[in-house]
């Protein structure tokens, strides 16, 4: 097992001990949880913003680079129960960040003048579920 895979295997588990199996959900459930997964990541990256100090005018703040490493880390725990959330599996991501970041670069290349999603389209047709 990748360590991708393991991270996803990890977080079904403590999800399900918490009472989310993102497997069985309904769509209703669904909704509910990619909305709980997206206010908690949204708090945890607020969280991440004040490890640093985005303050310009207050002298007093001080980079702290240990809480802002474990704040990354508890976006990844969210981020992932999103993924499962919306039905993503290990390998899923791993597809589409690599299609995604292909557009990406196609879009840099072409100097990214105008903003046109039918490169997501083609890119991101649906899998048959």
């Given amino acids: 097992m990748d360590k991708m895979s393991e991270m996803f295997d990890l977080q079904k588990q403590l999800n399900k001990r918490i009472g989310?199996?993102?497997?069985?959900l309904d769509d209703d459930g669904r909704v509910q949880w990619i909305l709980n997964y997206s206010r908690a990541l949204s708090q945890e990256l607020a969280e991440l913003i004040d490890s640093v100090p985005w303050k310009w005018w207050a002298k007093y703040q001080t980079f702290d680079?240990?809480?802002a490493r474990v704040e990354v880390v508890d976006l990844f725990h969210f981020l992932i129960s999103l993924a499962q959330a919306v039905g993503l599996t290990a390998d899923d991501v791993y597809e589409l960040y690599t299609k995604k970041?292909?557009?990406?670069?196609?879009?840099q290349d072409s100097g990214y003048e105008k903003k046109d999603e039918s490169d997501n389209i083609s890119m991101f047709a649906q899998k048959s579920e």
């Avoid at 989310?20 to 069985?24: L, N």
């Avoid at 970041?101 to 879009?107: E, L």
């Fill in 65 to 67: 680079k240990q809480n």
């Fill in 101 to 107: 970041n292909k557009v990406n670069h196609q879009r």
């Fill in 20 to 24: 989310v199996d993102t497997d069985t």
